[in-house]
Nanobody, 117 residues
Framework: QVQLVESGGGLVQPGGSLRLSCVAS????????MGWYRQALGKQVELVAT???????NYGDSGKGRFTISMDNSKNTVFLQMNSLKPEDTAVYYC???????????WGQGTQVTVSS
């Protein structure tokens, strides 16, 4: 089992920035990749970005251009730097991790990001 704990969500004005963090614990062997998905109210879950432990990244349409994913392997932590935020970025952001399937088997509890003036 892998436990994922997110932090860093909150309320931000349009054009602002936020940095999300997610720490993995437990059977880290199964946390080969880590990433972020999001779900806006009334919409499906969508990929934001993923990163593997050797640094390979993959961005969904929602994460391209303004978001940057990174990982600190020594701390089993993944970050999502979000810049130039827009109201349409408002969603619950979930940390995800796994080894064999995408999305992975493990999910965090989610952190709310609200972009509003």
């Amino acid at each position: 089992q892998v436990q994922l704990v997110e932090s860093g969500g909150g309320l931000v004005q349009p054009g602002g920035s936020l940095r999300l963090s997610c720490v993995a614990s437990g059977n880290i062997y199964n946390a080969y990749f880590m990433g972020w998905y999001r779900q806006a109210l009334g919409k499906q879950v969508e990929l934001v970005a993923t990163i593997t432990r050797n640094g390979r990244t993959n961005y969904g349409d929602s994460g391209k251009g303004r978001f940057t994913i990174s990982m600190d392997n020594s701390k089993n932590t993944v970050f999502l730097q979000m810049n130039s935020l827009k109201p349409e970025d408002t969603a619950v952001y979930y940390c995800n991790s796994g080894r064999h399937t995408i999305p992975g088997d493990y999910w965090g509890q989610g952190t709310q990001v609200t972009v509003s003036s």
